[in-house]
């Protein structure tokens, strides 16, 4: 059964750091495109902020994360990560995990075209 397990989320200052982790089991992480979605509190979108292609030549970066947010993969660990600088508040939101088999990058973030979801994980940008 495929699973993925986000963690790294927390409470950070304005203009921090964070780094989101996400674990995968259950598949062969190397086949699939993944990504980072957002969901902002008081919405029911969840927003793409970062997808990668299976073999990591191809990304996608909202215009919001670019250049301050990097996506990254380790297949033989089976782990995504997203890298945040420069934190916003309005960065604020629960972080969700994404894969889909043989997706194209911008289908996965701009159509949320996803069949495996993580459970979240919160990040608050607050001073």
């Known amino acids: 059964q495929l699973q993925l397990v986000e963690s790294g989320g927390g409470l950070v200052q304005p203009g921090g750091s964070l780094r989101l982790s996400c674990e995968g089991s259950?598949?062969?992480?190397?086949?699939?495109?993944i990504g980072w979605f957002r969901q902002a509190p008081g919405t029911e979108r969840r927003e793409g902020v970062s997808?990668?292609?299976?073999?990591?030549?191809?990304?996608y970066y909202a215009h919001s994360a670019k250049g301050r947010f990097t996506i990254s993969r380790d297949d033989a660990k089976k782990m995504i990560y997203l890298q945040m600088n420069s934190l916003k508040p309005e960065d604020t939101g629960v972080y969700y995990c994404?894969?889909?088999?043989?997706?194209?990058?911008?289908?996965?973030?701009?159509?949320?075209?996803?069949?495996?979801w993580g459970k979240g994980t919160l990040v608050t940008v607050s001073s």
């Open positions: 994404a894969a889909a088999r043989f997706m194209p990058v911008q289908d996965m973030c701009l159509k949320e075209h996803v069949t495996n």
């Open positions: 997808c990668m292609g299976d073999s990591g030549g191809s990304t």
């Open positions: 259950g598949f062969t992480l190397h086949y699939y495109t």
